[in-house]
T-cell receptor
Framework: DADVTQTPRNRITKTGKRIMLECSQT?????MYWYRQDPGLGLRLIYY???????NKGEISDGYSVSRQAQAKFSLSLESAIPNQTALYFC???????????????????FGEGSRLTVL | GNSVTQMEGPVTLSEEAFLTINCTYT??????LFWYVQYPGEGLQLLLK?????DKGSNKGFEATYRKETTSFHLEKGSVQVSDSAVYFC???????????FGTGTRLKVLA
């Protein structure tokens, strides 16, 4: 099983619908991120969370919200989807801190396989 | 602000050719530098990294050296294979923030 799991992997929806993308991880990392990938634009940060009580906006948070339900779960919501939110979305964790254990500072991001969202 | 600039693709090479993908950065302080690779249909995975000036990261035949004087972290491989076909992202993270800035990605296609 993947260490960082995203659901759904593919979703087609209509303008105005509410969509939730879910992410769960088994790596024991405190830090979780949501990125959006668009052709020619690379990855852009939507939201990030350094622990369950800490949520921060990234560079493109408008139109999105997040929920950190538990240390291992971080969900991204689109309250009213619009076509320009069509993109590939990635959840990631980082090992800058390990919950309940020694601190690892390698700085690596671990990505899920992505959720492709199409808004018609 | 912090930024990463990498060469635009796509880059098309024949098998066993030499690869260079350029990456330059702008950052305050002393960032860590990374190359991530994205194979078709998959998420990104770390290819190599360097955390201080003059460090050389290497993995799977790929290398990149952290050059503070030229603010660069160019990716190189002496002999590419068809299996290296992927999108390559240069990235940095700044100490104290643990946020990451990604380049736009360079698609590499290797022909047999």
């Amino acid at each position: 099983d993947a260490d960082v799991t995203q659901t759904p992997r593919n979703r087609i929806t209509k303008t105005g619908k509410r969509i939730m993308l879910e992410c769960s991880q088994t790596k024991g990392h405190d830090r979780m991120y949501w990125y959006r990938q668009d052709p020619g634009l690379g990855l852009r940060l939507i939201y990030y969370s350094f622990d369950v009580k800490d949520i921060n906006k990234g560079e493109i948070s408008d139109g999105y919200s997040v929920s950190r339900q538990a240390q291992a779960k971080f969900s991204l919501s689109l309250e009213s989807a619009i076509p320009n939110q069509t993109a590939l979305y990635f959840c990631a964790t980082s090992d800058h801190g390990l919950a309940g254990g020694p601190t690892s500072r390698t700085g690596e991001l671990f990505f899920g396989e992505g959720s492709r969202l199409t808004v018609l | 602000g912090n930024s990463v600039t990498q060469m635009e693709g796509p880059v098309t090479l024949s098998e066993e050719a030499f690869l260079t993908i350029n990456c330059t950065y702008t950052a305050t302080g002393y960032p860590s530098l990374f190359w991530y690779v994205q194979y078709p249909g998959e998420g990104l995975q770390l290819l190599l990294k360097a955390t201080k000036a003059d460090d050389k990261g290497s993995n799977k035949g790929f290398e990149a050296t952290y050059r503070k004087e030229t603010t660069s972290f160019h990716l190189e491989k002496g002999s590419v294979q068809v299996s290296d076909s992927a999108v390559y992202f240069c990235a940095l993270s700044t100490s104290g923030t643990y946020k990451y800035i990604f380049g736009t990605g360079t698609r590499l296609k290797v022909l047999a």
